[in-house]
């Protein structure tokens, strides 16, 4: 028999963002103690949340809302079946009930198939299969940022963090707030949310994406959400993430030459993304350009911070929040500056920092892999000019037919007639140099291009081909590392490094490698 909702909660609801419409009916006593409870698990304390509502059950065993706040822990824990059950007990009175049903439903549908593997601090859960070659890289990341922002940050989760890959975009956007369109004009492709981190896999990408540093980013998030009890604001709930992202590989650079151009073109003609125009997310926002802006903006406010006061401010503001100190409070006490103060003062000290403006260079959209698209129109698109495009286009059928020289000339005028900087085209030009042994020049394109792309996965990959057939061995270890790490499944990488293993004689890394591949082929 299902349990009516009699509770309306005057108090955030942390599914949906939405508030509870006030109610009749409940005893104080009871309504207390469910919004105690709702309070809890959006703090994200299971352990508290779940201890309370068991108690509320054993004493109001006919309570819809003690039910739904049961469904709720269970559903943060990860434990979608179980919560799913617990939910047919409870009625559909209200729109956030049904909302709720429909996320867990989505989501208990979309993970079905998954399977798990923990590690000293995470629990991971992908669909068997190929996805099982980024457990490996996963576990060293996240292990890694355990300990570099545990320290930072002076926070070190207890529990076992949960991580999820999903197989490709479509059951992402289901099982999260984010539409299809969303994930392809800001590039989000991981989030944290629901007390978990969920990512798509690399492996539905053309070439991959840089997910390590995007996974050490989400675990910035979540560290942040569990210290400050859920109270940071999301400005700089993102600038520290992207401010951090990094950390776990001794790495303090953060910023890429494309934030880098967009913000200096920005400081010149006085267009900022503001604070509160950030939310609900950035992910919202209109245009890539904007979320590369506000990316940016926030990041280098957080570098500004740790500048002029020291980078374990940010935990003393996390305890203040903990301890339900307002943020503002907080932060002016602390910094010594009220928000608005902080960014004029932020504006001129980043005018002094001469950020570079690079021509040519725009954000790069992930690709995903289509069936109903046809690829290589989307590379042409990627390459500028229509005139260049047509010059690519013929370069390719003269390189398809063996005519190598012929297509070099054509790729060298169409990179001549692009108004931008085209990582495709300086690859495709680049790979011709190498099939003809042209390898100078091959090495200053993909050189070039990787200061202005540096995580894009065929410049490494032909920068690791170009120095494995020239037997610059060490130097080929390092890019064909890189671009596997972009980039776990593509097997010619692993086969590159199996073969460079061998002929260095680096039994482990070869036995590692050779697994990886078996579960890719």
Not at 170 to 191: H, M, N, R
Not at 196 to 222: A, K, Q
Not at 245 to 264: C, F, G, K, N, V
Request: aromatic fraction near 12%; include cysteine.
């Amino acid at each position: 028999m299902k349990k009516q909702l009699n509770i309306l909660l005057a108090t955030l609801f942390v599914f949906s963002n939405l508030v509870f419409p006030g109610t009749l009916f409940a005893t104080s006593t009871l309504s207390e103690k469910v919004l105690q409870g709702y309070e809890l698990a959006q703090d994200w304390d299971l352990m508290a949340a779940e201890e309370l509502s068991q108690s509320i059950l054993k004493e109001h065993p006919e309570s819809g809302d003690a039910y739904f706040l049961q469904a709720k822990v269970e559903f943060l824990k990860g434990n979608y079946e179980h919560a799913w059950k617990i939910l047919q007990r409870v009625g559909d009175n209200f729109k956030e009930v049904a909302e709720f049903k429909k996320l867990v439903g989505a989501t208990r549908k979309a993970s079905k198939n998954f399977v798990t593997r923990e590690t000293e601090h995470f629990r991971f859960r992908y669909e068997e299969g190929p996805d099982e070659v980024l457990l490996s890289y996963a576990e060293e990341v996240l292990e890694k940022s355990y300990q570099v922002l545990g320290k930072i940050l002076s926070y070190y989760p207890q529990e076992k963090v949960l991580i999820e890959f999903y197989p490709n975009r479509q059951p992402f956007s289901k099982i999260s707030p984010l539409t299809l369109q969303d994930i392809l004009t800001s590039g989000t492709v991981a989030l944290c949310k629901y007390n978990r981190i969920m990512m798509i896999s690399p492996g539905s990408l053309v070439r991959g994406y840089n997910w390590m540093d995007t996974l050490s980013h989400e675990y910035v998030h979540y560290l942040l959400t569990r210290k400050s009890r859920n109270r940071l604001p999301l400005w700089m709930h993102e600038g520290l993430a992207k401010f951090l992202e990094t950390r776990w590989r001794d790495d303090s650079r953060y910023m890429s030459p494309i934030m880098e151009t967009i913000l200096s073109g920005a400081l010149k003609n006085e267009y900022m993304v503001a604070l509160e125009d950030m939310m609900p997310s950035l992910a919202k926002l209109k245009t890539a350009e904007d979320v590369q802006l506000a990316y940016a903006e926030v990041s280098t406010m957080m570098e500004f911070i740790a500048e002029s006061q020291d980078i374990q401010i940010f935990s003393h503001i996390l305890e203040d929040l903990e301890n339900s100190i307002r943020f503002e409070e907080s932060f002016k006490e602390r910094i010594g500056q009220t928000i608005p103060g902080f960014q004029e003062s932020w504006k001129t000290w980043t005018k002094k920092k001469e950020l570079k403006f690079i021509p040519g260079i725009v954000p790069l959209k992930k690709e995903f892999k289509d069936k109903n698209e046809l690829a290589p129109e989307k590379e042409y698109k990627g390459v500028g000019t229509r005139r260049a495009q047509d010059l690519v286009f013929l370069g390719d059928i003269l390189k398809s037919r063996d005519h190598y020289n012929a297509a070099i000339l054509e790729y060298q005028k169409a990179k001549q007639e692009s108004s931008t900087h085209s990582p495709i085209l300086f690859n495709k030009l680049a790979g011709t140099y190498i099939q003809t042994r042209n390898y100078d020049d091959a090495e200053l394109l993909l050189k070039e291009s990787l200061e202005y792309y540096s995580d894009f996965h065929t410049t490494l990959a032909n920068l690791g081909e170009l120095y494995f057939v020239t037997e610059r061995d060490d130097a080929a270890q390092k890019y064909l590392e890189k671009a596997v790490r972009i980039n776990p499944f593509n097997p010619f990488i692993h086969t590159r490094l199996i073969e460079l293993y061998d002929r260095k004689a680096m039994t482990e890394e070869k036995e590692h490698q050779t697994r990886l591949l078996s579960l890719i082929d």
